[in-house]
């Protein structure tokens, strides 16, 4: 069986798209939204620290669903 790809780690570049296409224009932003310090969102666009999974596939799902909206 495929496993589910919005189960999948994600990118710092992927991270990036996703924070724009959600409309974040900072590090700050995208932290206080998810619940996170602006710090671990530096890591994570460093790529210095993986995306957590649950993060990945939090994002995922908000992207999914603003598509979604008419």
């Not at 996703?18 to 460093?46: C, K, P």
């Not at 995922?60 to 008419?70: E, I, K």
Request: proline share 6%.
């Amino acid at each position: 069986m495929a496993q589910d790809p919005r189960l999948a780690s994600m990118s710092p570049d992927e991270l990036r798209t996703h924070m724009r296409a959600l409309g974040y224009r900072t590090q700050a932003e995208l932290a206080e939204a998810i619940g996170v310090s602006r710090s671990a969102v530096s890591l994570w666009l460093e790529g210095k620290v993986g995306v957590p999974r649950p993060v990945a596939m939090l994002l995922r799902m908000l992207l999914q669903a603003q598509r979604r909206v008419f």
